[in-house]
């Protein structure tokens, strides 16, 4: 007998499609990636030193501190996830920075290339196709830099439960430090402990130095333990910086830093006075999971919107 409850499964990856590129486009789409990212370097230097634009950015006042010492350090970094917008022939648009949780790591640099391999064995691809992305040998080579010059000698992996997709994420990162020589143990968001001297330690009771989270700062800067970071002595991939970068504020701050780039799309804070009238415009909260919340509006009219999920990440 067959069960009422059932759920409609849907297909996670489409084999039938695929982006083919020039070296030449390619080189185009990593000079502008690399212009963009230095862009919203200048962007969180800008922030950090403004309480005005601290506050604009939602960031909680009890971490500004924190914030800002992070930045004041220059805390490392792995990653960021610059999403963009492009035709292959007019100019490279930047639509978002998915600087703190980025996903589809494991999928843009490990089945990719496991789909290349089997479409060229099938005769799909012309001979000498090749991959342009090398994710995996750089997340790897990023991991030894950070085990080696910046003495990350241990490495903590932190998500939430209940989400295979984060802990795939995860646990591929976690193969690619080991791969680097560094060191690392999982455990789960909520199995983080407080120690006596206000450190943080995992499910041993073993303080946590270095710990990588697959969790949002705009979670964390919320929650009961968000006093307690500054304390805690932990260094955090990605660091708190990063709360300024993966924040909407950036893209009406960037055009007003950078007016008329080539690279940006037009954008402006709702409440701007100055900003001028728009026929068609998306509209962005500033903390978004997975696209959630935002409209498009045309001729004053909303056209289409993505409703609130229930996602961890963006």
Not at 284 to 303: C, D, H, M, W, Y
């Amino acid at each position: 007998m067959a069960s009422s409850s059932h759920h409609v499964r849907r297909a996670y990856w489409c084999e039938d499609a695929y982006y083919q590129f020039t070296l030449a486009q390619i080189e185009q789409l990593e000079d502008a990636t690399a212009e963009l990212h230095q862009m919203c370097l200048q962007a969180v230097e800008k922030v950090v030193n403004s309480d005005a634009l601290l506050t604009r950015f939602s960031i909680p006042k009890h971490t500004w501190d924190f914030v800002r010492e992070s930045w004041k350090l220059r805390q490392p970094s792995l990653y960021s996830r610059l999403d963009l917008a492009w035709d292959g022939k007019g100019e490279i648009k930047l639509l978002e920075n998915n600087a703190d949780t980025p996903t589809s790591l494991y999928e843009a640099a490990f089945f990719q290339w496991i789909w290349l391999e089997d479409q060229l064995n099938a005769g799909n691809l012309p001979q000498g196709s090749d991959q342009f992305n090398s994710l995996q040998e750089k997340l790897i080579e990023r991991f030894a830099t950070l085990h080696q010059q910046h003495g990350f000698n241990w490495l903590h992996f932190a998500c939430c439960r209940d989400t295979d997709e984060d802990r795939a994420t995860v646990q591929y990162l976690q193969d690619c430090a080991t791969e680097a020589g560094l060191p690392s143990e999982f455990l789960y968001i909520d199995e983080i402990g407080l120690g006596e001297k206000g450190q943080f330690t995992d499910q041993h009771d073993q303080v946590i130095g270095n710990l990588f989270k697959l969790y949002p700062w705009e979670f964390m800067l919320r929650e009961v333990f968000s006093t307690k970071l500054a304390d805690a002595g932990v260094r955090w991939l990605e660091p708190a910086w990063k709360s300024i970068l993966s924040n909407k504020a950036l893209l009406p701050l960037l055009w007003e830093m950078f007016p008329n780039h080539p690279n940006l799309l037009a954008a402006y804070f709702a409440d701007d006075q100055n900003a001028p009238k728009l026929d068609k415009y998306v509209v962005k909260p500033l903390f978004s999971r997975e696209g959630a919340n935002i409209t498009i509006v045309e001729n004053g009219q909303e056209i289409a919107r993505a409703t609130a999920r229930t996602a961890k990440r963006a």
